[in-house]
């Protein structure tokens, strides 16, 4: 079982930058897949970062790309998405998730969201 807490979020203005952590405790495998994720009321949840546990190996949606960017610490079990020149449409709940392998499309475990607003 694993189990997911979101930390971090808040309000902040354009253009300004925040950091969510994602703590992961129970037992990791190499394989899991790391995920942030994001939604906003009325909207379908956008897929919008993962990384490999094993290898760190990521990817950035093409809507975030070049202002977001996530990582992972082993000492301490996080994964963080780094925020940068927030836009007011970032403004979403924004969820950390984990997958047992890449090759599944199935996200196993969810944290219980962070909000994050950005105003204009």
């Known amino acids: 079982q694993v189990r997911l807490v979101e930390s971090g979020g808040g309000l902040v203005q354009a253009g300004d930058s925040l950091r969510l952590s994602c703590t992961v405790s129970?037992?990791?495998?190499?394989?899991?897949?790391m995920g942030w994720f994001r939604q906003t009321p009325g909207k379908e949840r956008e897929y919008i970062a993962r990384i490999i546990w094993s290898n760190g190996d990521t990817y950035v949606a093409d809507s975030v790309k070049g202002r977001f960017t996530i990582s992972r610490d082993d000492a301490t079990s996080t994964v963080a998405l780094q925020m940068n020149s927030l836009k007011p449409e970032d403004t979403a709940t924004y969820y950390c998730?984990?997958?047992?392998?890449?090759?599944?499309?199935?996200?196993?475990?969810w944290g219980q969201g962070t909000q994050v607003t950005v105003s204009s």
């Open positions: 129970g037992r990791i495998f190499s394989t899991y897949v």
């Open positions: 998730a984990c997958k047992s392998q890449m090759r599944t499309s199935v996200w196993n475990w």
